[in-house]
């Protein structure tokens, strides 16, 4: 079974409203994200929505998602994904050998070829705990966890992050779409993946 864990802090592009809320095209940025993983076949999408902006969950709900609201701030995003991994392990009781996808909320051109492409090689070698996708020797979103990697990262000391657990521990899977490096970080950004979306 695959799962897809996206932890959507929301944060506002100094747009005065969540940048996932904000429209690409017919959808939001959240939407797309979300359309993108039903698209590749991960039915069971959890959304981890920050306590500030809970005006995400509805949107989160209507395009297939479950939704988890925090009850107040993490402290940082890997506190975040960790809500995220217990919801999943409560509700939704992932075995060993299943899968999930760590996808960033920001990263709406998300391509389901490209999740597709992770399982694919996540089965052809099932001993590969991590497999994150490359561009031109760099790496992308989102990254293909096996739900045995969960140990290891609650693992880590508290003053580390899940990226470093990424970075020792996942192997590389070249890809050719320069979109796994995509996400939002400024209004300019926005600005210019807004201008030319034709999806």
């Known amino acids: 079974m695959n799962f897809a864990l996206i932890p959507a802090g929301g944060q506002s592009l100094r747009m005065g409203r969540p940048k996932l809320s904000l429209p690409l095209g017919d959808r939001t940025v959240l939407e797309h994200v979300i359309g993108a993983l039903k698209q590749a076949s991960v039915d069971r999408v959890l959304v981890v929505v920050g306590a500030h902006v809970p005006e995400l969950v509805p949107l989160a709900q209507a395009a297939g998602a479950f939704a988890l609201l925090l009850s107040g701030q993490t402290p940082d995003m890997r506190a975040t994904i960790e809500e995220g991994l217990n919801w999943l392990e409560n509700h939704l009781h992932p075995k060993p050998e299943d899968n999930w996808l760590l996808v960033p909320a920001d990263h709406p051109t998300l391509d389901a070829i490209i999740v597709q ?14 497999i994150v ?22 693992a880590l000391p508290s003053h580390q992050g899940i990226n470093v657990y990424l970075r020792h521990h996942a192997v590389e899977l070249p890809v050719a779409s320069e979109s796994i490096l995509v996400d939002l970080d400024t209004p300019e950004e926005y600005e210019k993946l807004r201008l030319g979306w034709n999806r």
């Open 133 to 154: 996708p490359t561009y031109r020797g760099r790496r992308g979103h989102p990254a293909l966890l096996s739900w045995g990697a969960v140990a290891g990262i609650r």
């Open 117 to 130: 492409q992770l399982l694919r090689a996540q089965a052809a070698q099932p001993e590969s705990q991590i």
